[in-house]
């Protein structure tokens, strides 16, 4: 049975962000006027990028997750129901989850590798706002491969050691502690490649890690088709860490996510429902 929350009443103004600055991380945008309408932007974000996951071929049997902490309740998380399929999952759909693995919104089944998985993202890293995984083809493709992407594109600078190589498989995972090694291997970076398994994003809004995923996933495609061709010359350096300074903040990744979002609502407006 799930608890019962009431989203509905009146909401205090938001506060401004009071986390400082920290390497490759900005203030997210200024916050909506209250919270519930923070919540409700969220909730939209999320409930479109799993329909733009599923556009890009995101979606595999009942893998995957992307999550939003919630304005209010901070230690809870807006998660997608295990067997919706992504091209199919509506704001309504959405569930709240608590830090105890409760369901708080919501009458759906949870997956529990999504509560093992971010539970700890979202506590160990309290500026993360969402954090995205799925099964992608050429995410799991690279992981196999055990070892961080090159420099090889200005596209692949965005994850110039800012992106992590978690190499410690031991199969699904539905364990907390797996989850919190997750979490550190992580750490303040935007990505990870989990050895075996594929790759996670994470980032200051639902936009940036929607977003980087993609990006992610492309710069595993790009990488494998560069090697299966020849020797690739990666980027220098020092050129890959300035390219990094001036495309690697979430601000680009938030208007790159809105330019697919924009069309997406306007093609499929039920996922606001």
């Not at 209250?34 to 969220?42: L, N, P």
């Not at 608590?98 to 700890?120: C, M, Q, S, W, Y």
């Not at 790009?222 to 601000?251: C, M, N, V």
């Amino acid at each position: 049975m799930s608890a019962v929350l009431d989203l509905d009443r009146p909401h205090s103004r938001l506060p401004l962000n009071p986390q400082p600055k920290q390497k490759f991380w900005i203030d997210p945008p200024a916050p909506r006027t209250s919270i519930g309408a923070e919540r409700r932007h969220r909730q939209e974000r999320l409930a479109g990028a799993f329909r733009l996951f599923a556009r890009f071929g995101f979606a595999q049997g009942l893998a995957g997750h992307i999550t939003a902490r919630d304005p209010e309740l901070t230690d809870h998380f807006w998660v997608n129901p295990l067997g919706v399929h992504f091209s199919r999952i509506k704001v309504s759909d959405l569930l709240l989850v608590n830090a105890r693995g409760e369901t708080v919104v919501g009458d759906r089944p949870l997956n529990k590798a999504a509560f093992a998985i971010h539970a700890a993202i979202h506590e160990h890293n309290p500026r993360i706002i969402a954090a995205a995984h799925t099964h992608s083809t050429y995410g799991k493709a690279w992981s196999t491969l055990g070892r961080p992407l090159d420099a090889l594109t200005q596209d692949a600078c965005v994850f110039h050691e800012d992106h992590a190589l978690f190499d410690d498989f031991t199969g699904m995972v539905v364990d907390e502690s797996e989850g919190l090694r997750i979490a550190r291997s992580l750490g303040d970076r935007k990505g990870a490649i989990l050895k075996n398994h594929g790759i996670l994003t994470a980032g200051p809004t639902v936009e940036a890690a929607a977003w980087w995923y993609i990006a992610l996933d492309n710069a595993c495609h790009t990488q494998l088709l560069a090697e299966a061709a020849g020797k690739p010359r990666p980027i220098d350096a020092a050129t890959a860490r300035h390219t990094h300074g001036q495309i690697g903040g979430p601000e680009g990744a938030l208007h790159a996510f809105e330019s697919l979002y924009e069309g997406l609502v306007e093609a499929e407006p039920e996922l606001l429902l």
